[in-house]
Nanobody, 117 residues
Framework: QVQLVESGGGLVQPGGSLRLSCAAS????????VGWYRRAPGKQRELVAT???????NYADSVKGRFTISRDNAKSTVYLQMNSLKPEDTAVYYC???????????WGQGTQVKVSS
């Protein structure tokens, strides 16, 4: 079983930056693919960025060039660096993790990001 805990959310002005963290418990984190998703009020959950166990990354078009996903396997943590934030980035951000070869997906509880002046 894997427990994921997101942190780093908060209130930021447009154009500002935040770094979200997704910390995992348990062993073998380096074998997990991890994704960041978000759900804005009244909208469906959408993919933001993913990183594979091997370090390959993928981004939603809406965040390309502004967000960066990275991982530190020694700390069992995945980060989402968010720059040039816009009001439309306001959402609850969730991370999930799936071990290579497994169909089980683990989710965190989410962290709120609000971009507003």
């Amino acid at each position: 079983q894997v427990q994921l805990v997101e942190s780093g959310g908060g209130l930021v002005q447009p154009g500002g930056s935040l770094r979200l963290s997704c910390a995992a418990s348990g062993s073998g984190f380096s074998l997990y693919a991890v994704g960041w998703y978000r759900r804005a009020p009244g909208k469906q959950r959408e993919l933001v960025a993913t990183i594979t166990a091997g370090g390959s990354t993928n981004y939603a078009d809406s965040v390309k060039g502004r967000f960066t996903i990275s991982r530190d396997n020694a700390k069992s943590t995945v980060y989402l660096q968010m720059n040039s934030l816009k009001p439309e980035d306001t959402a609850v951000y969730y991370c999930n993790a799936r071990e290579v070869g497994s169909v089980i997906v683990w989710w965190g509880q989410g962290t709120q990001v609000k971009v507003s002046s």
